[in-house]
């Protein structure tokens, strides 16, 4: 036995979404409300480290720890058998906190599954609306609208790995949602990041509850104003994106055409997207309903 695998289980709690939709928030938020939680809390906070004590669990680093073999040169058979082992890993190391972020789809991949439930506990699943995401994508990349739409409805597609990175299984937008809180179980906590961006003490009191993070008012507060001036100072804000700054009516009826179903699950239909992309919410649902993923969770 290894001296990693002789530590014990911490199991770990997942903070999970789709790329640009607001898990770096929620990370942060976790880890400032579990200092001010502390009998006696840190007067100053330093945030550089937070990579490494709150990781994603796709960094090349622990792959190549369970494998042996440099990350770059694993085969996407070879990451998706490690991925069980990689959250094995992260649950015994107390370097950081059993908290973990994710883009991953919940299932399967080549076989082997996405997250393994025996060193889990839960998560928290942060959604936005596929228009600010894809404007969002947009801006980041400098892409045009349509590939960005296109890779958000692409079923079961697979982000191939970089520098730092190994591939990983994220899906369609529709299809990662649906994954994790297509079907509501309690061990998933469910986050609009509209609505953590519009009442953020709210939202922070409800996940901590479901984290069982000890928190205060005083400490909640102080949470969401170090949490909007921590992304304030990277060049981040709180306010509202407007997607049509980016995206033309064409772009939205696309997005609604491939994701109508979970966009009105998650109460993103609304009658001004419909408008904005003129068309009607019956068509809608009709041509979505082809696209939609079926839920198995």
Do not use: C
């Not at 001296?3 to 911490?10: E, F, G, S, W």
């Not at 942060?28 to 409300?33: E, G, Q, T």
């Not at 509202?240 to 109508?260: M, Q, V």
Request: hydrophobic share 40%; glycine share 6%; aromatic share 6%.
């Amino acid at each position: 036995m290894s001296d990693q695998q002789a530590k014990p289980i911490r199991p770990l709690y997942f903070v999970a979404s789709y790329p640009r939709s607001g898990g770096n928030w929620v990370r942060s938020a976790i880890f400032l409300m579990i200092a001010l939680g502390q009998t006696n809390p840190p007067k100053r906070i330093d945030m550089r480290n937070i990579d490494n004590i709150i990781p994603l669990d796709s960094h090349g680093r622990f792959y190549k720890e369970v494998t042996g073999k440099d990350a770059s040169s694993l085969a996407e058979e070879e990451v998706a058998a490690a991925r069980p082992q990689v959250h094995e890993l992260l649950s015994r190391d107390t370097r950081g906190l059993p908290v973990v972020r994710t883009h991953a789809v919940r299932g399967t991949f080549f076989g082997h599954p996405t997250f393994n439930t025996k060193v889990s506990i839960g998560g928290t699943y942060i959604v936005r609306s596929p228009l600010d995401v894809a404007a969002a994508l947009v801006d980041a990349t400098g892409m045009q609208p349509m590939p960005v739409i296109e890779a958000m409805m692409t079923v079961d597609r697979r982000v191939r790995g970089g520098v730092t990175r190994v591939s990983e299984p994220q899906g369609s937008w529709s299809q990662n949602v649906a994954s994790w809180i297509g079907k509501r179980q309690p061990e998933v906590h469910a986050i609009r990041f509209e609505d953590l961006r519009s009442d953020p003490i709210k939202e922070l009191k409800a996940l901590a509850a479901h984290m069982k993070i000890p928190v205060t008012e005083k400490s909640l507060k102080t949470a969401a104003g170090l949490l909007a001036e921590t992304h304030k100072a990277s060049g981040k804000n709180a306010d509202k994106r407007d997607y049509r700054e980016t995206l033309k009516p064409i772009h939205a009826r696309a997005i609604i055409e491939a994701h109508g179903v979970q966009m009105e699950a998650q109460g993103y239909l609304t009658d001004s997207v419909l408008q904005y992309a003129d068309i009607d919410r019956k068509a809608a649902m009709m041509l979505a309903e082809k696209y939609a993923p079926r839920t198995a969770n």
